[in-house]
């Protein structure tokens, strides 16, 4: 195995989340190199992976250790470090990268406040340079900047071989489906031409699906909106009522299960609201179809 890549681990200090953003020229990296727990830190490791870094590392975070100290013990402990390379980033923005002297060239890695990027058989320092300097620059939520960084480092070149795969995992505090876990947005692209613009559609659809709703986008439900909706139901068979424009407890029953085949249920509102995302998404999926049923 020999995930040779260029990756970022990073720390969101407003929010907390952690999170690690890779690519590589190698099948399904997601499932070799992030590793990361919420309120602990976040590791990749590449190079020649030695996998268990990732759980090792994080139980030494958890214990007290910073990633330097941690990422000492991972070195003195493994005959082939010289063929490593990771990164580790906490929860309190300290960050340690290491590149083992038998990396292939381009190897090497910027180390700062929050973050930790490094990448190796790389079209030369620029890479990381771009990974670095686009995740200070950009705005917005960690997983944003983590795949804009993503998208700076292959336009300066990324991994010299080509792609094939890229990965996004970010942690937060009951920060899953339904709350039930810290695993806030893990998205993988095992095999694509063009992994990273693949990952940054797959992280709108999270945003769609599984974002909370802004409260300036919760709208009233007006017998006009209620009569689109239970129109489009009954195009699509979860509606058998009348078009009345009430948003009576038929009309809300059928929209819990119109909701949750289209895997929105994570922006339904309770009474007669809606979230205009949600709107403005169903719209666009099924007006067109509906009108076409009803001709």
Not at 109 to 115: A, Q
Request: glycine share 10%; with cysteine; proline share 3%.
């Amino acid at each position: 195995m020999h995930p040779s890549t260029f990756s970022i681990t990073a720390l969101d200090p407003a929010t907390g989340d952690l999170g690690v953003a890779v690519e590589s020229k190698f099948l399904a990296v997601g499932a070799a190199v992030p590793f990361a727990q919420a309120g602990v830190g976040a590791v990749a490791t590449q190079a020649w992976a030695n996998t268990s870094y990732g759980p090792r590392a994080l139980r030494m975070l958890k214990r007290g250790l910073s990633p330097k100290q941690a990422g000492a013990q991972l070195v003195a402990a493994d005959n082939h470090a010289a063929q490593r390379q990771f990164g580790i980033v906490d929860a309190r923005g300290r960050a340690f990268s290491y590149t083992g002297k038998e990396c292939y060239d381009w190897a090497g890695s910027r180390t700062g406040k929050n973050f930790a990027a490094q990448g190796n058989i790389l079209a030369g320092a620029a890479v990381v340079d771009a990974l670095v300097e686009t995740f200070e620059q950009t705005r917005g939520e960690l997983a944003e900047r983590l795949a804009a960084a993503l998208a700076a480092g292959q336009a300066a070149g990324g991994d010299k071989r080509g792609q094939e795969s890229a990965a996004l995992l970010v942690v937060r505090k009951k920060g899953g489906y339904g709350g039930f876990n810290d695993r806030y947005i893990d998205l993988r692209v095992d095999d694509h031409p063009k992994p990273i613009d693949e990952l940054r559609r797959l992280l709108d659809l999270h945003h769609l699906y599984l974002g909370k709703t802004n409260p300036a986008d919760i709208l009233p439900i007006d017998a006009e909106t209620a009569r689109e909706l239970q129109t489009m139901m009954r195009t699509h068979g979860y509606y058998a009522g009348a078009l009345n424009g009430a948003w009576d407890a038929a009309t809300q029953k059928a929209f819990r299960e119109f909701a949750g085949v289209e895997n929105v249920e994570e922006r339904l509102l309770d009474g007669a609201f809606i979230d205009r995302v949600v709107l403005n998404f169903l719209r666009a999926r099924f007006t067109q179809l509906t009108y076409d049923g009803e001709r």
